[in-house]
């Protein structure tokens, strides 16, 4: 036993795990130490920054033996950034350490023994993946230094650091697809040069607060929404030559009014200032209308990913009928629809439910249903109308399902579920409750939907077996 641990205290720690939320875990005399941005493996000297009951957190202070899966991040801006947590770990030993977290929180938060959990599947391609970028415009507090003019503003477009309002600077995220990495960069430029007023958050003076841009990864278009306090933007005309002069690619560039002293990024009016106000995404067949501003998967190579293990786990026959719960704008439910007899998908989100229709009529389907409601207020009221389902997919939020929906779906003997979770604890402790209702689990397959953070999603399969009488 060395010295008490004490805020400020440097001690030597050797990493031997990460935790869920992606920082890296060691041990003095037992006692557990969460440490952003260390490896597995490595030998380091930390500095104490937080004492808890149970835990502490420190900042690495030296590296004295780097672990051997420790790597040079690309990204210039990676420690400031806080927007990925594991750039400095080898792909490989993400993808390790990813299905370990989902091992260990079926093992540590349920009594479920072992369930076969599938090393997390690899995205092809670990980079410039996210399809949507809302970035925050600011101003440099100082002169442009080439500038003899008073008072120019130089530009800045970029990120909050993690937990603040601090903006990093962002040439190039490197997690972005690079059309809107380009669209940020000719954005910018074409701001500096007209010198748009730039949005003050403290006074709520100023103009421009975001950009928001979106991809088509199958159509290579894309959108941007300038995001603006006030409803004119100054020599419009010459920004739109701009950036479309420099990005072929852009399609339709749309302004958002938010003039609202608040955190949240668009305000309710949207107007099309030129070209087209949605994107088609064209996916193994199935065709998506997104606007920049409504919800889609962010990834959209992960979204085929997860289309391949659902086709199997789903493994829906021509006479079947699916419940999809948490819809979302039907991406998932158009999947089922394709093999099913016919869908039924529920969202809180009326906006997103109105999406799914259309893109359930996009594409033709006659056998589709969609309903705006809470999958907990509206499983029960089709259970008591006699509507039967063999399969339900559940894609709740981080949070996971109500306990109603789980109690339903069993009361329902819906014989398979689905189950898609960005959040392994919830997720372990769903499966845990489904299978005290009668459900037995058996595969859970990881996907590395968003290499570089510690997000992992998860797709598990259920049945229901016995005699139920455990209800
Ligand atoms: C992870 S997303 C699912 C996205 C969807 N599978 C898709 O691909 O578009 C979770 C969804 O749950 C919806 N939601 C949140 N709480 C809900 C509830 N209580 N009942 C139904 N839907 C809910 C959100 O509106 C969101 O669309």
Same mark, same amino acid.
């Given at each position: 036993?060395? $010295? ?6 440097? +001690?030597? #720690? ?10 890296? +875990? ?20 930390? $500095?104490?920054?937080?004492?808890r ?32 947590q ?6 490989d ?99 500096e ?13 100023g103009?421009?607060r ?25 020599q ?10 420099? +990005? ?28 087209k ?5 064209d996916?193994?067949?199935?065709? %998506? ?5 409504? %919800? %889609? ?6 979204? *085929?990913?997860?289309?391949? +293990?659902?086709?199997?786990y ?8 699916a ?7 039907g991406s998932?439910?158009l ?18 439910? $109105? ?14 249903? %969609? ?7 509206? *499983?029960?009221q ?10 339900? #997919?559940?894609?709740p ?37 489904l ?37």
């Amino acid at each position: 036993m060395g $010295e008490p641990l004490k805020l400020g205290s440097r +001690v030597p #720690l050797k990493v031997d795990d990460i935790a869920a939320g992606g920082e890296a +875990v060691g041990r003095v005399d037992n006692f557990v130490i969460f440490v952003p941005q260390g490896a597995p493996g490595d030998e380091l000297e930390v $500095e104490v920054i937080e004492l808890r009951k149970n835990y502490g957190r420190a900042h690495i202070s030296k590296i004295i033996k780097p672990s051997i899966r420790r790597v040079q991040p690309p990204c210039p801006v990676y420690h400031q950034c806080g927007g990925c947590q594991l750039q400095h770990i080898d792909y490989d030993a993400q993808l390790f350490y990813k299905t370990k977290i989902v091992k260990d929180s079926i093992q540590h938060l349920t009594d479920l023994g072992t369930i076969k959990v599938h090393p997390c599947r690899r995205l092809d391609d670990p980079w410039n993946y996210r399809n949507k970028v809302q970035a925050v415009v600011a101003a440099k507090p100082y002169l442009h230094p080439k500038d003899t003019e008073k008072g120019r503003i130089s530009h800045v477009v970029g990120l909050y650091a993690q937990g603040t309002h601090r903006v990093i600077k962002i040439d190039e995220c490197l997690i972005q697809d690079t059309l809107n990495n380009k669209i940020l960069q000719a954005s910018r430029e074409a701001m500096e040069r007209l010198q748009w007023p730039v949005y003050n958050e403290k006074d709520g003076s100023g103009l421009v607060r975001y950009l928001v841009t979106r991809a088509s990864y199958s159509t290579r278009e894309a959108l941007l929404v300038v995001v603006a306090a006030q409803p004119r933007l100054p020599q419009v005309q010459e920004f739109l030559n701009h950036v479309k002069r420099r +990005v072929p690619q852009l399609k339709g560039v749309l302004l958002n009014l938010n003039p609202h002293q608040t955190n949240v990024v668009l305000g309710n009016r949207t107007q099309v200032l030129w070209g087209k106000d949605h994107l088609i995404e064209d996916l193994l067949g199935l065709k %998506f209308q997104i606007s920049p501003t409504s %919800f %889609f998967q962010v990834n959209t190579r992960g979204l *085929l990913m997860m289309y391949d +293990v659902l086709e199997h786990y789903c493994d829906l026959r021509g006479k079947d009928t699916a419940v999809d719960l948490y819809c979302g704008v039907g991406s998932l439910s158009l999947l089922m629809a394709k093999r099913a007899k016919r869908v039924l998908g529920v969202d809180i989100s009326l906006d997103a439910i $109105e999406d799914a229709v259309v893109n359930s009529d996009l594409n033709g389907f006659k056998n589709t249903d %969609f309903l705006a409601g809470a999958s907990e207020k509206v *499983l029960p009221q089709l259970y008591r109308q006699g509507q039967r389902f063999q399969l339900a #997919l559940l894609d709740p939020p981080r949070k996971g399902c109500d306990g109603e929906v789980l109690q339903v779906l069993a009361r329902m003997r819906i014989p398979r579920v689905v189950y898609v979770s960005c959040n392994p604890s919830s997720l372990a402790r769903d499966l845990e409750i489904l299978t005290g209702l009668g459900y037995q689990v058996h595969e859970i397959q990881p996907l590395d939907m968003f290499p570089q953070t510690y997000h992992v999603e998860c797709v598990a399969r259920l049945s229901l077996v016995g005699d139920g009488k455990s209800r």
